[in-house]
């Protein structure tokens, strides 16, 4: 089953990859995680073997725009669990009112309706979209306990009782988070972020980063906590785990001369340090003399793209020389000794990616 992470128009690129990292964390022992984009959301059938759609931080008008929500809609009413933080909170209300009597003004109502009356934001001055210069850290109430969670931009719940309040803001006592029965279906909504790792984030902007940083690594585990209990009252299976480190992604060939093509046509495309980008993740293109080092580098954000020829001792689950002669001596056989066949001629091996379905892409 899987949990799907909405990456498409509207979405903040931090609040993807923080929700991406922290569910992959808390589910991915039982469940596929991955980011899927709009069209996929509108045209594919995903819905049976969706066990969490989340739309996560960014702007809830895109959203609006891009995603299909009766589709959405008719998923949780018949059954299923929907996951909205921030934006993704505001796209899942009745109506919404945002940042009134400003340039950022928004107001008006939304298709979901899982929350069935007002998200109301933002409730602390200060929101810069696309941005981190405005992030602050708050305390919430889950009960009587009291946790600091990251805050950029969301919204409290009011004009309607939600069937759960998971938190309330402790400045104002509003619903912060809340969990709404909708038909068969559950929505879980958060006006803040529990999913944020502070760790990750930068600051660089904000004139409190170092509070906000000190504050939000004390509370890291709480925060956690908080997300996953909640993440169970949807009935999903949650597990933490520390998310397994990335190895390299080699590349190899039937012929020296295939992968050097394939190598200079990616290192065309690279930066002067060897780096080719897209829109989810970076790879640096390398020769296998800085093996340790590059493997040492490898992060979770910065996967390395290493380009090597066959060696098996670098792909210990897969016996790369065995397939490349088993590959010929079959080609061998066919007439002319299959010399028009190209399939298969060149291949990837990698043991940890970020996504094997984004990388493909």
């Known amino acids: 089953m899987n949990v799907l992470i909405y990456n498409g128009n509207g979405t903040s690129i931090n609040s993807v990859k923080h929700t991406y990292n922290t569910l992959k964390s808390l589910l991915g022992h039982a469940y596929d995680v991955m980011k899927v984009d709009a069209l996929t959301l509108r045209n594919e059938p995903w819905e049976e073997t969706c066990s969490l759609l989340v739309i996560p931080g960014g702007r809830d008008t895109p959203y609006c725009e891009e995603l299909n929500h009766q589709k959405i809609k008719s998923y949780v009413q018949g059954g299923g669990n929907y996951l909205g933080l921030c934006a993704g909170a505001y796209y ?5 009112e945002f940042e009134l009597g400003t340039p950022l003004a ?6 979901l309706g899982f929350f069935p009356g007002l998200c109301h934001g933002t409730v602390y001055p200060g929101f810069v979209y696309n941005s981190e210069k405005g992030a602050r850290s708050v305390s919430i109430l889950a009960g009587t306990k009291e946790i600091k969670t990251y805050y950029n931009g969301g919204g409290y719940f009011t004009g309607a009782a939600a069937d759960k309040v998971i938190c309330v803001y402790q400045d104002n006592n509003q619903p912060a988070g809340v969990l709404c029965h909708v038909q068969k279906g559950r929505a879980l909504l958060f006006g803040v972020h529990p999913e944020y790792d502070i760790r990750d984030v930068d600051l660089s902007e ?5 509070t906000i940083s000190k504050e939000l690594a004390a509370s890291l585990s709480d925060c956690r906590k908080l997300l996953s209990d909640s993440l169970a009252q949807l009935g999903l299976k949650v597990g933490e785990s520390d998310l397994p480190r990335l190895t390299p992604i080699y590349l190899s060939a039937v012929k020296r001369e295939v992968s050097d093509a394939i190598k200079a046509n990616m290192l065309k495309e690279a930066d002067d340090q060897n780096i080719l980008k897209d829109s989810n993740d970076q790879f640096l293109i390398q020769e ?10 490898l992060s979770i954000d ?3 793209l290493k380009i090597i020829c066959t060696d ?8 790369t020389r065995k397939y490349y002669e088993s ?4 080609r061998s056989q066919e007439w002319g000794g299959g010399a028009w066949y190209h399939m298969g001629n060149a291949m990837l091996y990698s ?3 970020t996504s094997t379905q984004t990388v493909l892409d």
């Open 92 to 96: 899942a209300s009745r109506e919404i």
């Open 106 to 111: 928004i107001q008006g109502p939304r298709p």
């Open 206 to 210: 904000n004139e409190n980063a170092q």
């Open 288 to 297: 296998e003399d800085n093996l340790e080092d590059s493997i040492k580098t």
């Open 302 to 304: 910065k996967p390395l």
């Open 312 to 319: 098996k001792a670098h792909t210990p689950f897969f016996n």
């Open 327 to 330: 590959l010929l001596q079959r």
């Open 351 to 353: 043991e940890v990616i």
